[in-house]
């Protein structure tokens, strides 16, 4: 019998290889026989025991270079899928995980339909592998992303079954209310039920033990109740899920204390585990039962089934069988007053669970670094992906666009035609309104230089006004009362009286020589001609202190006449003039402030009192008082003006202007 295997697998090779070499006429059938060939190596591999590992490898290497010969993408993560599922089956997870994800990167941008399909299976057999390196984090990440794939290619037993693997994840992290929302999804109705009767039993299984330990014993027995109709469709004790049913139906039984019963439904599901070999459930039962011999009182029965529940669990993977054997083995001792056997399972308890602890540790620091890693990796095959999609993008959009190029060409040449003609139109239709709008805006500034004289011819004719006003009213009585007071002499008078009417005469001339000084300086003052700004504006305000007006206070600072023309001085000064005759005549302040001040070449001149002010937003009441006429100034100079004003509080202008056209 060992001599068969190998010459059954020599015959077989020939004949893969004659296979191969008959059917090698053309490019098609070259493929087609190198596919069945490569199948056939990995069916090989797969039935030869386990611990002919070297032969194993050998045949999936020799379905690979198949595979890479004819550059087969599917092919070649087809035979990593395999490579990677062997070395799960044999426990060796690392080189599982590596083959695992060389087929998974091959895939990434396959979008084919038979592509998809052989991602989501890779990324299923990398989920597993996670798990068992212990990788829960990274196994969940994978099965979540399997699921748009899945639903995209609408395969409902494989989504369902990964919506059975998600909860069974959360069921072992005890976070059950989570777990049953995935075992609910995968509950989803099949397109032939009658052949998931068996899954479908198993889910509802799951979804009991999730209200046992949520304490929803009426909710268990719902499903408990459904597992068993799906149950008695496939046979009695055909399958291994009824050890699973009759254990969790005497889990219910003890809730309700049914404990006779429970203990036929522990032995029931014993019986068939034992029968199907399946050791988990055997392990079940058989605890359960210890604990329910414990319960009664039994001890001898419990720590004999403990016995063997013991040597059991050491063959399983789960630490949790260990340590429930020895803990409740150690409870057992205790109550059968053997204290040094007792001592012996919680000390070998406790190095168990600290042996647990470290290995946890561990594994929780490897399976931070491999997400660190993992992450940066996906974040590269995500740009990779996004690249890819990108491209293809692209290409569908360019042809596109070449497939309208013709039609758009034409329109085109339509189009610039018409566009020319409505060019030419439209420019003529631009130059004109251009002309138009440069009329426009050179009779705008026409009539801003109109109302600019205009503004400086009012306040030259009110200075003439003022002026001729002065000459009647001042200096023409004065020389009409000399007139009549000389009109009076006549040669009979006494010599005394004729000199009496002279002497008069004499200081009324003085007097009308001080009238022309003060018309003449109001004109033009001299002190102006001579000293320039801030001599004249101090000498101004000076004269009306003179003339009864005290409350007029004058600051100069810094003032050098040399580097202001004397145009610009006259103006200023007209200026000054202006506000300070409209303060004392219309402000009714107590106190007016003259302040000339120069900074580098800037002039500041500013003129405030603290009368009764006006409202700036609705009007200014200067407006009839000259300030047309200081705004038309303080253009002419290119400056600024600024006026502060309320009600009740004074006003305070501001005229900033340079002292230099230039």
Known sequence: MPM????????FCITARLYAQTHSTTGTKRGSSDEVSSELYIRLARKLPLRDTVQALKYFKQALQLEEDHNNKIGIARTYLAIGAWFNSINNFPEAEKHLLIAREDMLKDTSREGRTLLAQIKINLAEVLGNKGQAQFQMEEYLQTIPILEKLNAIPELNATYQSLGDIFFSKSQYKTAISYYYKSLTSYDDPARYNDLIASRHLSLASCMYHLDSLQKMETHLMAAKEKLDKTGVDSISIWADYYYHQGLLDVKHQLYHHATNMFYNGLTIARRLNYNVAICNNMYSLAKLFERQGQYDKAMKLMDEYGRLSFTLKDFPFRLNALDLMAELSFKQHFPDDAYKYLRQYIILADSLQDWEITEKIH?????????????????????????????????????????????LLVVAALSYLFYRNGRKLLEQQRQLHEFEVERIRQEHKISLLSAML????????????????????LLSGIKLELSTVSPSQTTVHRQSVVQNTLQRLDGAMDELRR??????????????????TVEYCRGLKKTGTDNIICQVFNFQADKMEHTRQVVLYRIMQELVNNAIKHAEASQILVLLQQTDNTLFLTVEDDGKGFDTTVGNKLKGAGLANIEARVEFLGGKIDIQSEPGTGTAITIECATSIN
């Open 458 to 477: 009012e306040g030259q004719e009110k200075e003439r006004t003022r002026l001729a006003r002065d000459l009647h009213d001042g200096l023409g009585g």
């Open 367 to 411: 399976e931070l670094e491999a997400h660190y890693q993992s992450s940066e990796k996906e974040n590269r095959i995500l740009q990779l992906q996004h690249e890819n999609e990108r491209q293809e993008f692209a290409l569908q959009k360019n042809r596109l666009l070449i497939s309208l190029m013709v039609v758009i060409i034409l329109s």
């Open 519 to 536: 018309i003449a300086r109001s004109m033009m003052p001299e002190i102006l001609i001579k000293y320039g700004l801030g001599e004249a």
């Open 4 to 11: 068969r295997i190998p010459i059954l697998i020599v015959l």
